[in-house]
């Protein structure tokens, strides 16, 4: 894996486990910050800490997130995409 943190974007957000608060629930196309990824051993799969949301105590039993609800932004597509954004809301006129 890369070093960390690194920007990663939300490619699924559907079936939010009932224990997670909605206001701590990830959202679709939103970025995040990786900044912690741990193997869990109740499970034998990893999960993803971000910086942008902290699960504490009231998720339990969740502390981390899924990495299959995520995909890695590299700084090369973030540039491109801050280009677009600036683009859209600063159209050049002729």
């Not at 894996?1 to 629930?25: G, V």
């Amino acid at each position: 894996m890369t070093n960390l943190p690194m920007k990663i974007i939300c490619i699924n957000d559907k079936h939010k486990p009932k224990e997670i608060p909605i206001e701590k629930w990830i959202k679709y196309g939103e970025m995040y910050t990786l900044i912690g990824v741990q193997h869990l051993l109740s499970s034998d799969k990893l999960g993803f800490e971000l910086a942008e949301i902290k699960l504490g105590e009231n998720c339990f039993p969740y502390h981390y997130f899924d990495p299959n609800r995520f995909a890695p932004i590299d700084e090369k597509t973030m540039e491109n995409m801050e280009s677009e954004i600036y683009d859209l809301v600063h159209p050049t006129t002729a």
